[in-house]
């Protein structure tokens, strides 16, 4: 994952906004996406975006790609205790990269 | 709903065994991948079929193997498996290469060589 870079952690109260960075560094990138990771689990899709549109978004979900920076953030409204989970962000091109993830704790 | 089994949520291994780790799909897909997950590093490819009998080697292929016999099922066999073999090993399927609309994962299968 080394081409695609998130922060390890993120921790926020419960009924806050989470906002979950990500750069990627290829621009040829045609799909981003957004996965998610619950404990014990595999990853599930929970967005993606194509690369030429800047905002997607989907209830509590909010996606911006800022194609200049190679930059792309999930906004997560409202957070709850069930969106405790790992975040993976992910490019493709020819195949699919992963970040690290990131760990999300929501905390009551 | 459409489905990626994995056969085995957890493993224990000893040192030297052949281990199979067995993946099959319900989706007709063509690609199949198996990645191997741990803390701080993500996902990282191990190899990936985008046919039956074909396959690719990933970013990280040395000391697996895989098969694919049949178009539903991936199997990543760990010849003589190892410590630093330990770890979460997920599988998925897409219908296209790119997976331009994502990736089906499996629930993983947690493996520990001891």
């Known amino acids: 994952g080394e081409d695609v870079e998130q922060s390890l952690f993120l921790s926020v109260r419960e009924g806050d906004s989470s906002v979950i960075n990500c750069t990627y560094t290829?621009?040829?990138?045609?799909?981003l996406y957004w996965y998610k990771q619950e404990p014990g689990a595999g990853l599930q899709l929970l967005t993606y975006?194509?690369?030429?549109?800047d905002m997607k978004q989907d209830q509590r979900l909010t996606v911006l790609l800022n194609k200049k920076d190679k930059h792309l953030s999930l906004r997560i409204a409202d957070t709850q205790t069930g969106d405790s989970a790992i975040y993976f962000c992910?490019?493709?091109?020819?195949?699919?990269?992963f970040g690290a993830g990131t760990r999300l704790t929501v905390k009551p | 709903d459409v489905k990626v089994t994995q056969s085995s949520r957890y493993l224990v291994k000893r040192t030297g065994e052949k281990v199979f780790l067995e993946c099959v799909q319900d989706?007709?897909?063509?690609?199949m991948f198996w990645y191997r997950q741990d803390p701080g590093l993500g996902l990282r490819l191990i190899y990936f079929?985008?046919?039956?009998?074909?396959?690719e080697k990933g970013d990280i292929p040395e000391g697996y193997s895989v098969s694919r016999e049949k178009k539903e099922r991936f199997s990543l066999i760990l010849e003589s498996a190892s410590t630093n073999q330990t770890s979460m090993y997920l599988c998925?399927?897409?219908?296209?290469?790119?997976?331009?609309?994502?990736?089906?994962f499996g629930s993983g299968t947690r493996l520990t060589v001891v």
């Open positions: 998925a399927s897409s219908s296209t290469s790119a997976g331009h609309y994502g990736y089906t």
């Open positions: 290829d621009s040829s990138s045609t799909y």
């Open positions: 975006i194509f690369s030429n549109m």
């Open positions: 992910a490019e493709s091109i020819n195949d699919m990269r």
């Open positions: 989706m007709d897909h063509e690609n």
């Open positions: 079929s985008y046919d039956v009998k074909m396959k």
